[in-house]
Every structure is written in structure tokens, then in C-alpha cells.
């Protein structure tokens, strides 16, 4: 599984309700592809933890054949749901938009934190949040989950005070190369069809205040 299994998948959706419940706002940032990314999450029960999904949405020339194949005909209304607009793919690099979802929200740079598994997309990040780099590039584990849960201010915070996970949470290979982007960069577009594998990336993450 790109998560990881059953197992981890229960492991990660307690930690979101923690994060829920301390205020945090979580947002997926991925090299991958809206489509996929959306659709993996809700067949997990992981989507309805995050407010946005900031990733590619694809279409020429960066189409594969799989790609242009599902372009023949029209998604199903529960395919068309998943898919990413010009709103979700209006940046270049990691740093920046999560500076603007910062400025949006009053956020400084002890309330956010960005967890990734590539050095340079951590890089980007370093000036603006608090930064985790994952390594090896295989996927958020239990050691992660706990830093995050030890993050967590102690009483609730002010309505303006949140925090933000960012990446998605896929684990092994990539999940290895996943919650921010797809490293291995996979060419399959936001397409209706898309699978997980496509987009790769670590456990990544934005992050937050205490």
C-alpha cells in the first residue's frame, strides 16, 4: 500500500485528529498531481483532513499515454470531484506558497512547519518555517508522528494560531516521495484515473506553531 497498510493508516488518522482537535490546519504541497493524490486520501479516510491540496493538474506536454487515453472521454461525476484547477497548481516552488499561506492566515514562522524528504525542497523552506527533513526517504514513521504530537501547544490555540502538515501522507518506497511532491516525478497527469504510485513523495509536511 502507499500508506503503508492498515496499521499505518490508523496511526496517521489519530494523529490528524490530534491535530484537529490542537487547531492545526493541514495542507497537501506535492510535485504529484491533485487528482490522484485527492482520490488516494479519500479511499483511505485521510482527504477530509486537509483543507487544500496544492499540487500539479497536468495536461500537455507532460501528458503520458495512460493520460491521453483517459482524455478520450469524460470522467465519472465521482472522478470529476478529485480533480485540481488552475487554483491549486499557481506555484513554483514549495517555499513560496507556503509563505502565502502564511501571510493568508497572520501565521509567523514558529506557527508553521514543513515536513519533507527532499533537501532541497526543505531548503526552499528554511527562512519561512520550522522544517523537518525525512530521511530515509521512505515515509513518515513512528519517531515522526510522535515529534509532530510533542509539537502540539498544551492548551488549544488563539483562533488565529494554527498549524499546517504538509505533504501527503504516503509512506513506503516514497513515501517515499510523496507528502510534498512526487520526487520521482511521475508523469501521469491529475488525471481522473490516477494512482498514488504516480506521485511519490515523502510523509512530507507543513507545520506549526506552539
Not at 490508523?10 to 490542537?22: H, I, N
Not at 495512460?66 to 465519472?76: C, K, L
Amino acid at each position: 500500500s502507499a500508506f503503508g497498510g492498515s496499521d499505518r493508516v490508523l496511526r496517521l488518522q489519530a494523529l490528524f485528529d490530534d491535530l484537529r482537535a490542537a487547531g492545526v490546519e493541514c495542507v497537501v504541497c506535492s510535485r504529484g498531481y491533485v487528482g490522484p493524490i485527492r482520490k488516494c486520501l479519500d479511499q483511505v479516510g485521510l482527504l477530509k483532513y486537509f483543507s487544500e491540496v496544492y499540487a500539479n493538474i497536468g495536461g500537455p506536454p507532460d501528458q503520458s499515454e495512460f493520460d491521453r487515453e483517459a482524455n478520450q472521454g469524460a470522467p465519472a461525476p465521482q472522478e470529476a470531484a478529485y480533480l485540481g484547477s488552475s487554483a491549486n497548481a499557481r506555484w513554483s516552488s514549495k517555499g513560496r506558497l507556503i509563505a502565502q499561506c502564511m501571510r493568508e492566515r497572520g501565521l509567523q514562522y514558529e506557527e508553521a512547519l514543513f515536513i519533507d524528504d527532499t533537501r532541497d525542497e526543505v531548503q526552499s523552506a528554511e527562512r519561512v518555517c520550522q522544517t523537518i527533513l525525512v530521511q530515509p526517504a521512505a515515509g513518515m514513521g513512528p519517531e515522526h508522528l510522535e515529534q509532530l504530537r510533542r509539537m502540539l501547544p498544551a492548551r488549544p490555540p488563539a483562533p488565529d494560531v494554527r498549524m499546517m502538515v504538509e505533504g501527503s501522507p504516503w509512506e513506503p518506497r516514497r513515501r517515499a516521495a510523496a507528502h510534498s511532491g512526487a520526487p520521482d516525478g511521475g508523469s501521469a497527469r491529475d488525471d481522473r484515473r490516477g494512482d498514488a504510485r504516480r506521485d511519490g513523495g515523502c510523509d512530507q509536511a507543513t507545520v506549526p506553531a506552539t
